[in-house]
């Protein structure tokens, strides 16, 4: 979607580097999520922030650490990558308001593989 | 907690059959409930969503989604399917106020055959 954007789209890593990913949008939405997907579980929630420096966790969100400094940019990092982080990342934003949830739209998704 | 079932992993259809996939969800609230596409290499697409009203809602595609309270469902249907329907396809379930996260389901793979 073109006003999401992932970099890099694709990523070999060793294991015990950190490692950011970025997420950047165009939308000046107020929501930004980090999903990881993998084979036989779907989408899981990462972290996810509500605004600017405002950041939560989610149910996997154990090695990784997250920044928004700017509304358009929310930072993924992996302190220590390890070979169970290798997996296909999303960021998603949304503009949901009070009383109002109009789903995500999703990035193209980074491919993030730890040797 | 909310959670979201989609109890077929694999589905395969004739071209031109029609399409039912399943989706039920547990949440203790009205819930807004989505159905997402997602081609080999891509990112996911929104297909339909429903907030509430008529619980028959229509989405993209040609596709549509029948919201069962009774039955906790929100299954996928299309009348016709096309080889480009082939695709991963997740349903999700959030919170209607304020911020939501969404939670989404396994996923059903959809292989269409000649």
């Known amino acids: 979607d073109a006003g999401i954007t992932q970099s890099p789209r694709h990523k070999v890593t060793e294991t015990g580097t950190p490692v950011t990913l970025r997420c950047h949008q165009t939308?000046?939405?107020?929501?930004m999520y980090w999903y990881r997907q993998d084979p036989g579980h779907g989408l899981r929630l990462i972290h996810y922030s509500y605004g600017v420096k405002d950041t939560d966790k989610g149910e996997v969100s154990d090695g990784y650490s997250v920044s928004r400094s700017k509304t358009e940019d929310f930072l993924l990092t992996l302190e220590s990558a390890t070979s169970s982080q290798t997996s296909v990342y999303f960021c998603?934003?949304?503009?949901?308001?009070?009383?109002?949830?109009?789903?995500?739209?999703f990035g193209s998704g980074t491919r993030l593989t730890v040797v | 907690a909310q959670s979201v079932t989609q109890p077929d992993i694999h589905i395969t259809v004739s071209e031109g059959a029609s399409l039912e996939l399943r989706c039920n969800y547990s949440y203790g609230a009205t819930p807004y409930l989505f159905w997402y596409v997602q081609s080999p290499g891509q990112g996911l697409q929104l297909l339909l969503k429903y907030f509430s009203g008529d619980t028959l809602v229509q989405g993209i595609k040609g596709f549509e989604a029948e919201f069962k309270r009774s039955q906790s469902s929100f299954n996928l249907r299309k009348p016709s399917v096309h080889w480009s329907d082939a695709a991963e396809y997740f349903c999700a379930v959030g919170a209607g106020s304020g911020y939501s996260t969404l939670t989404f389901g396994k996923g059903t793979m959809l292989l269409v055959s000649p």
């Open positions: 939308e000046n939405h107020r929501y």
């Open positions: 998603a934003i949304t503009g949901a308001g009070q009383g109002h949830n109009y789903g995500y739209t």
